[in-house]
């Protein structure tokens, strides 16, 4: 999905627009650490989420997030690693995965190879995003970010994701759950025609979703 939105809108239109990622999921607010927190994924996909979050604190943040979508998965033609960004997770849709080919122990040593690959290739600091990522800064980034979409809608198979984009929303905190979640954001959500992960092609996600920023004017995403 992120590959698709780089090549058919930001790669295009990256002057125009001010994006941002958040992750749905769930984390309790007493949590300790963010491998606590619950995705489709595991625990792992937690962990690389924070990442994606702590390196969002820094200019130009982009590329290093497409270079982790890069090197998420074993069957990537992008990726180029030993390891990858889910060898200690599950993901359903990557039966391969079931099988996992790294520890839980090993794999923070793995996240942190491949995140200074990539914050080399996008010019970020290697080592406050590492700092970042495993301090209460992060945990607390991943908590923000999970709660925003604990009031958005769900598709027919009870999934928030990725059918529902937020194009000119007011403010990220307007639509989090504490500022009215769906009610508050009803008006510049979008319902693409993706169900869920399962069933999306990618591309036309990321078409239509062009669409609705060009037909936007503060083009805000």
């Keep these: 999905m992120a590959l698709s939105l780089d090549n058919h809108v930001v790669a295009d239109l990256s002057s125009d627009i001010h994006l941002s990622l958040d992750f749905v999921g769930t984390i309790s607010a007493d949590a300790s650490s963010v491998e606590q927190c619950q995705t489709s994924s595991g625990w792992s996909e937690c962990v690389v989420n924070?990442?994606?979050?702590?390196?969002?604190?820094q200019a130009e943040w982009w590329p290093y997030s497409v270079c982790l979508y890069k090197n998420q998965y074993p069957s990537s033609k992008y990726n180029t690693s030993i390891h990858y960004l889910e060898c200690?997770?599950?993901?359903?849709?990557?039966?391969?995965?079931?099988?996992?080919?790294?520890?839980?122990?090993?794999?923070?040593?793995?996240?942190?190879?491949?995140?200074?690959?990539?914050?080399?290739?996008a010019n970020l600091n290697a080592s406050a995003l590492q700092e970042c990522a495993v301090s209460d800064l992060g945990l607390d980034l991943l908590k923000h970010s999970m709660n925003n979409s604990n009031g958005f809608p769900t598709s027919l198979l009870g999934k928030v994701e990725p059918q529902w984009i937020v194009v000119n929303a007011p403010s990220t905190t307007s639509c989090s759950k504490?500022?009215?979640g769906w009610n508050a954001c009803k008006a510049y959500m979008d319902k693409t025609d993706c169900l869920d992960w399962n069933h999306c092609n990618s591309d036309d996600w990321a078409l239509h979703l062009r669409e609705r920023v060009l037909g936007n004017s503060k083009r805000v995403l």
């Design 50 to 57: 924070t990442y994606h979050l702590c390196a969002q604190q």
């Design 88 to 121: 200690a997770g599950l993901n359903p849709v990557h039966p391969i995965l079931r099988n996992q080919t790294c520890t839980r122990s090993e794999f923070p040593t793995i996240v942190q190879k491949i995140s200074d690959i990539c914050a080399a290739e």
């Design 178 to 180: 504490e500022g009215g």
